[in-house]
């Protein structure tokens, strides 16, 4: 089995979809894209924002700008975000050009999809939708109905067109667990790890961690030909949910993206650059009637149409296949328990030909295998949270955790109206036992409205942290509000993540750094949640001092239905995090 070839059970996280609706009466954009073609025919030629300068030093950025004085006090909300007064300003007031523009490539994180989507290009299968992975792939099981816990379950799949053909190439997305339901919903399971061989075949693939009756449960979730479509909607920038504009200084209301500048959709002088001069993330507007590239003042959206020609929908994703249960799922197995058990694995080690998964589903509760000494209650984590000063950085879902906290802990929270400010930068304290805990947003685009000072970038916050230890805990998420866009623009913002914390650590090697992944939800997008997920896997793997929190097996056995995780699976997930603020591994 070749490493790369793995559709890893991952992780998991759930993203803020927190949408408040705005009319926007005119927003100048301009819908034909001259002479676009997918960035894959174009041998990876294109324009995302990447600086070839000189990186800014903090002082320079800021010697023009008065800090704040609640950015100096550990009792703000604001604490140590030195630049809140300078987000929303153009390059211009730094005495910055716009950037040159390279693009940060990501194919080569997941090169078995690579070779998949050069076959089925190849072969001019594109239009010819009866080739199209459907349900009718068939999985093949051995002839075996009874195993003991310990055992590797082994089963295969394969691939197969509407007209019962086999398929010659990979890079389908299929998703295995084996569970057992009470009232319709897994209350035990274990995640399925799947292997693509690329050649339409495919093995799954579990540690038999439990014993009893369990079913095998095969889906099909997006053919190779859908996600080559999806990647072409990203690419082009013609897969839309939302349209992000701002109020400038001057009341005028414009246009906002990180892609304004792909395929010269504007040429620069119909552009305000308001790009990150530190870590030259993207972000343009269309300049104003006024022609003047004033301050933003208020960050805006407003959800679009599930119809053109405002964005192709997800929904046409469907005529790339039947997607549900392949043909041969639903195999019942009964797990005998060994007397004695012999068992000790930990998460992520090879096992007998698989990689042992996070953990597992008993009773309704996650059984973590990356945590070996978990919390037994949220209310019981308080004493651990006791003199340290934690960060949480991230989308709603991360807020969700910070609420958790906040509402558990009975912690005095302060920081701006989240009715104006959604996703505000919060505080939650309670002095008497030294517990503080910080929530901060990630950077634009963030898909709520909010003023700019309250959308500071993650590599800015960590930049900007000043002292370090293991008692300080930056705990961090990042990835749906970047879902729709082209995945290079995740690479970029990521490898500046990466690249600060690493310069943090060689300061402070102590400093607790956890990232959490992403969760499966079951929406037509999970191919591409999946996609951001191995990502970050993959970027953050070789960095020492990072622990990679997995959700995504979890949420594998148990999917969400939507974004924001509800109370039950909210709950699990914060007593896994919580854990480690507990207990960090040795």
């Keep these: 089995m070749i490493p790369w070839m793995k559709y890893y059970t991952l992780l998991g996280i759930g993203i803020s979809c927190c949408i408040s609706l705005v009319y926007i009466s005119s927003i100048q954009m301009d819908s034909t894209y001259v002479g676009a073609k997918s960035l894959y025919y174009r041998n990876y030629q294109s324009n995302i924002a990447k600086t070839t300068t000189k990186k800014l030093e903090a002082s320079n950025i800021t010697k023009d700008f008065a800090l704040p004085d609640e950015t100096k006090n550990p009792n703000s909300a604001f604490y140590g975000n030195i630049y809140k007064d300078t987000y929303g300003l153009p390059l211009s007031a730094f005495g910055v050009s716009s950037f040159k523009q390279i693009r940060t490539e990501w194919i080569h994180y997941l090169p078995w999809l690579a070779t998949s989507l050069l076959n089925y290009r190849s072969n001019g299968q594109s239009n010819d939708t009866s080739s199209f992975t459907t349900i009718?792939?068939?999985?093949?099981?051995?002839?075996?109905?009874?195993?003991?816990?310990?055992?590797?379950?082994?089963?295969?799949?394969?691939?197969?067109?509407?007209?019962?053909?086999?398929?010659?190439?990979?890079?389908?997305y299929f998703r295995a667990r084996l569970i057992r339901t009470r009232f319709g919903e897994a209350v035990d399971g274990i995640p399925c790890a799947i292997y693509d061989h690329?050649?339409?075949?495919?093995?799954?693939?579990?540690?038999?961690?439990m014993s009893g009756d369990f079913t095998l449960e095969v889906k099909l979730l997006l053919s190779v030909e859908g996600i080559d479509r999806w990647i072409k909607f990203t690419e082009l920038g013609e897969y839309k949910v939302v349209i992000h504009t701002a109020v400038l200084k001057s009341m005028e209301l414009v246009y906002c993206g990180i892609h304004l500048t792909t395929f010269k959709r504007y040429s620069p002088e119909k552009l305000c650059d308001y790009s990150n001069p530190r870590n030259q993330e993207p972000w343009f507007c269309v300049r104003p009637p006024s022609g003047i590239c004033h301050p933003i003042v208020q960050y805006r959206h407003r959800l679009l149409p599930w119809r053109p020609p405002f964005q192709i929908s997800v929904d046409s994703l469907k005529e790339y296949g039947k997607f549900g249960e392949v043909f041969g799922s639903s195999?019942?197995?009964?797990i005998i328990k060994k007397d004695p058990i012999i068992w000790n694995v930990t998460y992520g080690m090879e096992y007998k030909g698989t990689s042992i998964p996070a953990g597992y589903l008993r009773n309704d509760r996650w059984v973590s295998l990356q945590q070996k000494s978990p919390v037994i209650s949220l209310a019981w984590s308080r004493n651990c949270f006791k003199n340290k000063v934690i960060y949480m950085v991230g989308d709603s879902t991360m807020r969700q955790f910070f609420e958790i906290a906040v509402a558990v802990f009975n912690l005095t929270q302060t920081g701006p109206s989240n009715k104006i400010n959604r996703h505000a930068s919060q505080l939650g304290q309670d002095k008497t036992v030294n517990i503080t805990i910080y929530y901060r947003t990630h950077g634009v685009p963030v898909s709520v409205r909010g003023v700019p000072g309250t959308r500071p970038y993650i590599s800015d916050t960590i930049e900007t942290l000043k002292t370090g230890g293991p008692a300080l805990y930056v705990i961090f998420n990042i990835g749906v509000h970047l879902l729709h866009y082209d995945t290079s623009y995740f690479v970029h913002r990521i490898l500046k993540i990466r690249d600060a914390i690493a310069d943090h650590l060689r300061i402070f090697p102590d400093t607790r750094f956890i990232l959490r992944g992403l969760n499966v939800v079951e929406t037509m997008e999970e191919w591409a949640i999946f996609r951001l997920e191995f990502i970050l896997r993959e970027v953050f793997k070789s960095l020492i001092g990072v622990l990679f929190l997995n959700f995504w097996d979890y949420t594998t056995v148990s999917p969400l239905k939507h974004y924001h995780p509800g109370e039950h699976a909210l709950n699990e997930e914060a007593l896994l995090l919580f854990s480690y603020v507990c207990n960090w591994p040795k």
């Design 331 to 334: 195999v019942r197995i009964k």
């Design 198 to 209: 690329a050649n339409g075949t495919y093995t799954v693939k579990a540690p038999l961690l």
């Design 136 to 172: 009718t792939s068939k999985l093949f099981v051995k002839n075996r109905t009874s195993y003991v816990v310990g055992d590797v379950f082994v089963a295969h799949i394969q691939a197969r067109d509407q007209l019962m053909r086999n398929k010659m190439f990979g890079g389908d």
